[in-house]
């Protein structure tokens, strides 16, 4: 059996209105052309559809099935009418975004306001998360766009820009002896606890390789996906850790946490903006996109100096951090 879609929108039309006369006006053509419609289409399924009660036409009890299935199909098909309309226009489109806490937590609140005031009515789902975690929501199309650091993955499934670029420092508790020292050796460093993020994060491997490749195995004392539990850790001088510029600084201007700068590392690291080859991005994650490309890493800095009370034009390194 073959079925005419638009016999089938037709006789929806009608059993929803009750009436030809008000189908016919929503379709643009004439009553007789409306009834043939319905008559070509229960030809099509071999029995009648539709049956006059009063002033009003109804569906018979087969038209009943045939309606509950219109109400299904069409309906599925305005709710894709909408969702292309959402897709092509970034105004009043939904973009789900997953980023490094870091990231979400100290850089957004400072460059997307300029965003949310170009896009007022755009709507952005921000969910934090280790840099697998977020690669696999990213595969799964959990997300359209991930900001998170630069590591090696399959680049037949995924394609990056870079972003920007930060830098990963060893902090103490500025009670610790070490901490007030201010800097230590390779040697120290492989005799000190650390703390670590969990081994789904893009950090771990980062401070992992560099610090395999100046042949120091490090003195593991406890792993976890919690940020903010490592720093607490650290302030109680619990252990030493290696964290981002971003989500130090606040605590470091506060004295909370202290620097340390260890002979010979340096550990700085590419932030990309992730993205599905095989998948186009809708308007929203288009605008979103360029604009975080249109963003250099000097504007990062400065937006951060501002906030610190120095000039926009001071080339000098941010805090204790550059």
Known sequence: MQINLNHLYTFFLVVNSGSLSEASEKLFVTEPAVSMQVKSLEREVGQKLLERKGNELRPTELGEIVYAYC?????????????????????????????????????????????????????????????LDLMDGLVSRNYELIVTAMIPYPRKIVDSVPFTTSRLFLVGSPRNPLSRKG????????????????????TRYIVLNELE??????????????????????????????????????????????????????????????????????????????????????????????????????RKGVSNLS
């Open 183 to 202: 800097r230590i050796t390779i040697e120290e460093l492989s005799k000190i606890p650390i703390i670590l993020k969990d081994s789904r994060s893009a």
């Open 71 to 131: 109400k299904k199909i069409f309906c599925t098909v305005f709710e894709m009418t909408r969702a292309l309309d959402v897709y092509r226009d970034a105004k009043t489109g939904i973009l789900k975004v997953g980023m490094a806490k870091s990231l979400l937590n100290y850089l957004m609140p400072l460059v997307l306001p300029p965003f949310m005031d170009r896009h007022p009515t755009m709507r952005i789902q921000f969910e934090e998360g280790s840099t």
């Open 213 to 314: 490749r100046v042949g120091v195995k490090p003195r593991l004392c406890v792993e976890s996906d919690n940020l903010d539990f490592i720093r607490k850790l650290v302030k109680e001088d619990k252990g030493f850790s290696f964290l981002s510029d971003l989500c130090i600084r606040d605590d470091v201007k506060r004295r909370e946490l202290k620097i340390i700068e260890v002979e010979g590392l340096k550990l700085e690291y590419r932030i990309d903006i992730f993205f599905l080859k095989n998948r186009t991005l809708s308007a929203c994650g288009k605008a979103f996109f360029d604009y975080l490309l249109s963003i250099r890493r000097d504007e990062l800095l400065d937006i951060l100096r501002e906030l610190e009370g120095k000039s926009r034009t001071s």
